[in-house]
């Protein structure tokens, strides 16, 4: 058991500053004293020489600005082997200090003209590699020397370790100690000396009316920033009138696969049905840059990865709720071009947008249209060239047509490869807020479109159904009442 002079308690605030016996005894002599940071501490050891010396014996600080600080830093190690080495990455890592740094405001101008660094130096490359959250750091050290013999540097010991980052967030390694036993240190040497010691939070607890005056301070910060951000955001970006929906498409064409030749393209564009519209400055085309393919498996890839953006409004109309909305389509064709700068059309396809927001996933197959006997294809791999639609649109339904039946009949197409689309659907509604009848209204229009990719092809053949029934019903009027009388009877 140690005597009673060996027990030592201090209290320590944040980035307070005790002397070590070591450090009373260097900064005593005014010629040891190098950097400001040092003749700081030569003035204020004499100061406390003049007030009866430091109160503190065993215990210790090193704060922020200490070598003590960056050394400690620089030399951590992942393990307590001796024979560790630190790795390159570690190596080049080791000088960054995440520290404020006083930076000069820059100009909005500089900023936009130095987005890009083409011939970034080795310290920007240092200082950028991680993510730099300043951080300030504080070590609570204690002396554990032989009685009587302190101030060896060989005795130090970190007791705790404080840091506090750029978000306000405050780490203390080891923790706590509460309702644990202390923590032990165990010297080497031929006593085997165990030291105990305990950490405890001595910061005055926060008055409730201090707390609420904090909180308001705190709401008074965001509601500031936050119009702060309304500022930089603008007015642009405002809500939906009453009745219309807002679809954004973050949409990226991810890749082509299982065509015939290399070097593709994919044209698209985007048609609008009626009672949809788009801004005046929104492209509703687009051409991708020609992708050289990869053979992946059984197939040859070529890895577009080209994103586009589609921003397109709804607008209810007067027509019946029965009615069924129409969705936009996204026509698209796939082409080749080779050395010598033909082209040919490897496929057709129409995707329509998705009705449901979120993510999706969609391979698109396609087809092109072919010419009988081996002249066309001769043709096609000699001087380029194929046949192709006049109007895209005949993928699905022309646009510019106004019958009732549509015949393909004759027209000979060719299975090819399929396209991979990536798509982000966002939706906007004014209808999401509202508690009217004017939010019912509008959802039963969203809850049709939400089925409308389901219901297209429900649609049609609930309309092919209904014909049939009514010819049947035609023809049965038609025919004589005792043939229809004979042939109840017969059944």
């Known amino acids: 058991r140690r005597p009673e002079e060996e027990e030592e308690e201090a209290e320590v605030g944040w980035q307070e500053k005790l002397f070590s016996q070591f450090e009373v005894d260097l900064y005593q002599n005014e010629s040891a004293c190098q950097t400001p940071l040092d003749r700081q501490y030569h003035a204020e050891i004499l100061k406390l020489e003049k ?29 307590d082997s001796d024979h560790e080495v630190p790795s390159y990455l570690a190596e080049r890592m080791a000088n960054v200090r995440r520290r404020r740094q006083d930076r000069r405001p820059i100009e909005v101008s500089s900023l936009k003209s130095k987005i890009i660094t083409w011939e970034p130096s080795e310290e920007f490359i240092k200082n950028n590699h991680v993510i730099n959250t300043p951080v300030q750091t504080m070590y609570i050290m204690g002396d ?57 939070n001595a910061s005055v607890q926060v008055q409730p009316e201090e707390e609420e005056r904090e909180q308001r301070v705190f709401r008074d910060l965001y509601g500031r920033h936050k119009e702060y951000l309304s500022g930089l955001v603008g007015s642009e970006f405002e809500m939906t009138l009453p009745g219309t929906l807002r679809l954004f498409v973050n949409g990226e064409i991810v890749s082509a696969q299982g065509y015939e030749y290399d070097n593709l393209y994919v044209h698209f564009f985007l048609e609008l049905p009626d009672q949809w519209s788009s801004p005046a400055f929104q492209q509703l085309s687009g051409v991708t840059q020609t992708c050289a393919t990869k053979a ?53 396809g129409s995707l329509v947008l998705p009705a449901s927001p979120g993510l999706h996933m969609l391979t698109i197959p396609t087809w092109r249209p072919v010419e009988l006997g081996t002249v066309a294809e001769l043709r096609r791999f000699f001087i380029g060239g194929s046949p192709e639609l006049e109007d895209i649109t005949y993928v699905r339904t022309p646009s510019t047509f106004k019958g009732e039946r549509l015949s393909r009949f004759g027209f000979r197409t060719e299975t090819t490869g399929s396209v991979t689309f990536r798509l982000y659907c966002l939706q906007q509604s004014k209808a999401f807020l509202e508690t009217s009848a004017l939010r019912q ?39 004589p009442q005792d043939l229809i009388s004979t042939s109840a009877s017969t059944g």
Request: proline share 3%.
């Open 51 to 79: 007030a009866g010396g430091r109160k503190n014996c065993r215990i210790f600080t090193y704060t922020d600005h200490d070598r003590f600080t960056n050394l400690e830093e620089h030399c951590q190690k992942v393990t």
């Open 144 to 200: 554990l020397g032989p009685y009587g013999k302190l101030g060896l540097r060989d005795y130090e010991h970190v007791l705790c370790t404080i840091k506090v980052d750029g978000n306000g967030v405050i780490t203390v390694k080891p923790d706590f100690t509460g309702t644990k036993g202390p923590y032990r240190i165990e010297l080497d040497g031929e006593k085997r000396e165990v030291w105990k010691y305990t950490i405890e």
């Open 296 to 348: 992946v498996g059984w197939d040859n890839v070529a890895h577009f990865c080209y994103p586009f953006t589609l921003e397109m409004f709804f607008t209810q109309g007067d027509e019946s709720e029965d009615s069924l909305p129409q969705w936009p389509v996204l026509y698209f064709e796939v082409l080749s071009l080779d050395f010598w700068q033909r082209y040919r059309v490897e496929g057709y």
């Open 441 to 479: 209204r509008m959802q039963s229009v969203l809850d049709r479109f939400g089925g409308f990719s389901q219901q297209c092809s429900v649609y049609n053949v609930l309309e092919a159904f209904q014909r049939a029934r009514r010819r049947m019903q035609e023809a049965h009027q038609s025919l």
